[in-house]
């Protein structure tokens, strides 16, 4: 017997950034069920950056929504990583892994490891996977690079 089909629409994460028609004026409620999200979302995103029409209610144009998204998902996506960055979650941007502390921990197969090393604008961790050999090349690298610690 096969289960039944849940009645609860699946939440996607890769949203469009072309959901709105450009020439559109669209309310709170509007946006909210246009992007299927809550209330909270939708202050936060005004709190981002993005514009609106100060109304009752409050409006919001389509191009603006369009060009909020396509500029906040290139700023999620970014650039890839370096040989030795770490991508910190909190701030978005990346960290060296050759300064500071770092934290290394086994995965279960022992060829993979998780490398960490503290943020220092959010004190979060920025994580990055790395197998065996790079580990060992960014242990070489870490013993010789003198960092920002000169004996001057």
Sequence with gaps: MSSPVSAKKKRRNAQSDQKAKLHWLYADDDVIKLYDVCRNTLINWVAAGLPFINAKPRLFRGADLNAFHRKRRATLIGEPLGPHEARCLGCKSYHSLLDGEIAVSAAGNRRTFSVSVACPKTRS????????EELETLERLRETNPGTKTPD
């Design 125 to 132: 961790r920025a994580y990055r996977w790395v197998n065996r």
